[in-house]
């Protein structure tokens, strides 16, 4: 199976920063839309943001807009997440996901490839 490998996450503060990245050695991403998702205990998995590698077109959750920035490097094949002003809300498991895809589809269902998902932690 291809999967997709996401860096580690880690335990921050409230207000700290975190930035994850993702990549695969299976395919390059300069075709694909790269998503992040991520799902809290007891909550649904839901999109944080998602970056279209082919324009660079990108979306945010409103919950986040301002704080997180989805970044592509075509050279590394990787995609970033960098998360500044992080809340205790924004403690979950991350997961980057890709898709062959035109536009930027949000639903995870459409997505056919996964990282392993990274805890994100964080302390108020």
């Known amino acids: 199976d291809v999967q997709l490998q996401a860096s580690e996450g880690g335990l921050v503060q409230a207000g700290g920063s975190l930035r994850l990245s993702c990549t695969t050695s299976?395919?390059?991403?300069?075709?694909?839309?790269v998503g992040w998702f991520r799902q809290a205990p007891g909550k649904e998995r839901e999109g944080v943001s998602y970056?279209?590698?082919?324009?660079?077109?990108?979306w945010y959750v409103d919950s986040v807009k301002g704080r997180f920035t989805i970044s592509r490097d075509s050279a590394a094949n990787r995609v970033y997440l960098q998360m500044n002003s992080l809340e205790p809300g924004d403690t979950a498991v991350y997961y980057c996901?890709?898709?062959?895809?035109?536009?930027?589809?949000?639903?995870?269902?459409?997505?056919?490839?996964w990282g392993q998902g990274t805890l994100v932690t964080v302390s108020s």
């Open positions: 970056i279209d590698n082919r324009d660079g077109a990108t």
């Open positions: 299976a395919f390059t991403f300069s075709d694909y839309v």
């Open positions: 996901a890709a898709v062959y895809s035109l536009g930027l589809p949000r639903a995870a269902r459409v997505y056919a490839y």
